[in-house]
């Protein structure tokens, strides 16, 4: 009886704590460019200086600095893509409000924040109060493109050294801050901040501290990228409708409630006891996945619901093949303790194989795929780390508690007939 207690308990403490935190999760739950509208901007990109070029380089440079200048707005998953050799293209999901003032109001606050360069400073804090650093000494400009390298120092330590266009800008600003902070900012977000150890002289200096190599390269990178000779000019903006619609949207949710549901009934109409409580692991793992996407702060889109569609997909196998393993050796003549014990451990290595190589597609999806691609691969991994830890190892337990209550015993729970037992 406390076995059954026990299961009981879990169960409603899990939908509990569901019912409580769903309507929040919901409500929280960022939208997409293509499931809740927003802006589309064409860029034309120019050299700043008269005689330059746009490179493939510097256009993928500054296609990257508009995707992390509008990721630390807050704004939805922006799509970033170059097209030709001068231009880029950029959608932001953003809420462009009920009048036609409010939608005009913020597609040109999201304007004014993307078309201006990236703005790389070196700033000191002489003649600043409070300890702020409003004295900028350098500007992105100041330094040749593509300068900063990272380098190896003594005893393996990574650095980081640039080249700046005028030697003598740069020996004046460090002859006077011998000893103090010469911090980096981009677009004013505090990137680093080292110390001047000497006055610099001959157009080089060398930053030093970083732990790694990828948070050398990661500087060296900020560093480029604000010295980019490029500015844009925009083309054409547009304020982009959903591709569903809130209609199309309601209703594909409630094509997802359906089919949930007729998973459910079939669960438990052909696997009886497991079934039931894969149906409840099943809701869990839901729940759990939009739990992961909230505390993420991710933003669903498409792909990302066809990320979280095939999750489900992958969810109900590993419920049917452990169902389907419990079967087989209940039919070997087994006890229903010992089949249950057997087919979690046959099933286990086949289930998570068949993880793992999906895993390895995510990764591979994720590490080389951008944009909508990445946020398809994002929702996919995830959810096959919540499928293991809930469609794995919680009917287990759940089962596991129900069987050895002894209430559970008879084999017909299990959708076995007794004619199909053979005899040990």
């Not at 403490?13 to 919901?26: A, K, Y």
């Not at 700043?48 to 807050?74: F, I, W, Y």
């Amino acid at each position: 009886m406390k076995r059954i207690v026990a299961f009981v308990l879990v169960v409603l403490v899990s939908f509990g704590v569901m019912g409580v935190f769903t309507p929040g999760l919901l409500n929280g739950t960022k939208l997409g460019l293509d499931l809740k509208g927003g802006v589309e901007i064409l860029y034309e990109a120019h050299p700043l200086t008269e005689g330059g070029t746009v490179t493939k380089e510097s256009l993928t440079r500054t296609a990257l600095s508009l995707e992390q200048r509008a990721n630390r707005s807050g704004v939805a998953e922006p799509e970033v893509t170059t097209e030709g050799k001068n231009r880029i293209r950029l959608k932001i999901a953003v809420s462009t409000g009920e009048t036609a003032k409010e939608r005009d109001d913020a597609i040109q606050k999201i304007r004014d924040l993307m078309k201006r360069p990236a703005e790389l400073q070196f700033r000191s804090s002489v003649g600043c109060e409070g300890g702020e650093y409003c004295n900028v000494e350098l500007y992105g400009s100041d330094f040749k493109e593509g300068a900063a390298k990272v380098e190896i120092g003594d005893l393996n330590s990574y650095m980081v050294r640039i080249e700046v266009k005028d030697k003598q800008k740069l020996a004046d600003a460090s002859s006077k801050l011998v000893g103090k902070q010469l911090a980096i900012f981009l677009d004013d977000a505090l990137q680093s901040a080292p110390v001047v150890q000497q006055a610099l002289t001959d157009g080089t200096a060398v930053i030093t501290g970083q732990d790694s190599r990828q948070e050398a390269q990661d500087l060296a990178d900020i560093i480029n990228l604000g010295a980019l000779p490029l500015k844009l000019t925009e083309k054409y903006t547009q304020s982009v409708g959903a591709t569903l619609g809130q209609k199309a949207l309601e209703d594909t949710l409630f094509a997802g409630m359906l089919a949930s549901v007729i998973i459910l009934v079939f669960m438990i109409a052909v696997y009886r006891l497991p079934g039931f409580v894969g149906s409840i692991c099943l809701i869990v793992f839901v729940w759990v996945l939009l739990g992961v996407l909230y505390l993420m702060n991710a933003t669903l889109t498409l792909p990302g619901i066809a990320a979280f569609v095939l999750g489900v997909g992958i969810a109900v196998d590993a419920n049917i093949i452990t169902a389907e393993r419990i079967m087989e050796e209940l039919r070997s003549g087994k006890s229903i303790a010992s089949s249950l014990r057997a087919g979690a451990k046959n099933s286990f290595r086949t289930i998570i194989d068949a993880h793992l190589t999906s895993a390895i597609a995510g990764f591979v999806l994720l590490f080389m795929g951008h944009g909508i691609v990445k946020s398809f691969a994002v929702v996919f991994l995830w959810s096959i780390a919540v499928n293991i830890l809930t469609n794995v190892f919680l009917p287990r337990y759940l089962l596991n508690l129900l069987v050895k209550s002894s209430y559970f015993t008879k084999p017909k729970y299990y959708n076995v007939k007794e004619s199909e037992i053979s005899a040990l």
